[in-house]
């Protein structure tokens, strides 16, 4: 007998085959009332997989008692219930080293976008307006300029590599120096702020980095920098940093992640010079197909009592 799974979120179509060829299946896109999950269903689940985004709650599993195992599809696991899963010994793993990259190239392509008005300038030619009023204003360059990366992980080391390719110096902070890192660690996160001309967030969500970026770090970015995020909303003072943008005290924000999502704060959308996207960092085929296959190959590993591939924790 196929053992039960139950999985919330949207998973790619290879992900979900594979699911339904290896489990019993059972899906909620979005995280069910506790008491929505059928009683006869809820006592046979051995397995959750879960998109980051998602996570899981304490009160879901307290409502599985044959939980054995909870399978993280992304990297972030600050939505899931950690301590309710660790009272229980369950492991949790997720899929990391994959999505660095992906995410990566997003932040540079939001980079990119804000400095040389890329979203603007198609808005631009296709309202007949190049015709009419002539070329736009000028952009920013990115060569030459100050990269500042909050969290050198897999995803704010590929960011820092591939600023590294456009010329620009490459600045960073995290939770201690890094050895065998060719960029420069600065240790106050508001300094690293001040000389950074664009200030690329890539560090974990949860408590421990909850408005990491404040008042004084946004301030600090100043109104010629670019604040650029695809971490968690979390980290980010959201209102601190509408506030900068409409005192003029913030130059940029390319932003995809929200504190809210996915209803973010429409007075966003009210300025030029923000860009937003849909938290979808990792938004490939190609990545999302293989974050899910590991994902499930953690939960195959459980099952046939083998080591977990990437457990984050037990």
């Given amino acids: 007998m196929k053992p039960d799974i139950l999985y919330f979120g949207a998973f790619p179509d290879a992900t979900v085959a594979e699911l339904n060829r290896r489990y019993s299946v059972h899906h909620y896109f979005n995280l069910p009332k506790p008491d929505d999950i059928p009683p006869d269903i809820a006592i046979r689940v051995r397995a959750i997989a879960t998109e980051a985004n998602r996570g899981l709650t304490r009160a879901i599993l307290d409502k599985l008692p044959n939980v054995e195992v909870i399978s993280v599809f992304g990297v972030g696991i600050d939505a899931v219930d950690l301590k309710a899963a660790q009272e229980r010994g369950i492991p949790v793993t997720n899929t990391p080293d994959i999505i660095g990259p992906e995410v990566a190239d997003l932040a540079i392509g939001l980079m990119l976008a804000s400095a040389r008005q890329i979203i603007f300038a198609d808005h631009y030619a296709r309202s007949g307006a190049w015709a009419k009023k002539g070329p736009i204003s000028l952009g920013r360059s990115v060569a030459n300029k100050t990269c500042g990366v ?33 960029y420069i660690f600065v240790g106050d996160v508001v300094e690293l702020a001040r000389q950074s001309d664009f200030l690329m967030i890539a560090c974990k969500g949860g408590p421990e980095t909850r408005h990491l970026v404040s008042r004084a770090v946004i301030d600090a970015v100043g109104p010629n920098g670019t604040l650029i995020n695809v971490a968690r909303g979390s980290v980010v003072d959201e209102e601190a940093m509408i506030d900068a943008l409409t ?68």
Avoid at 166 to 175: G, Q
Avoid at 279 to 297: C, W
Avoid at 299 to 313: G, S, Y
């Fill in 150 to 182: 909050i969290g050198l992980g897999g995803i704010g080391r590929a960011i820092a590599d591939r600023a590294t390719a456009f010329r620009m110096r490459v600045l960073y902070n995290a939770t201690r120096e890094k050895k065998n890192v060719p």
């Fill in 247 to 314: 005192h003029k005290r913030l130059g940029f924000a390319a932003l995809d992640v929200f504190e809210s999502e996915p209803n973010f704060d429409q007075r966003l959308l009210d300025f030029p010079n923000v860009i937003v996207q849909p938290h979808h960092g990792t938004a490939a085929i190609e990545t999302r197909t293989a974050m899910g296959q590991l994902m499930i190959d953690n939960i195959v590993a459980h099952f046939e009592k083998r080591p977990l591939l990437t457990p984050v924790a037990a």
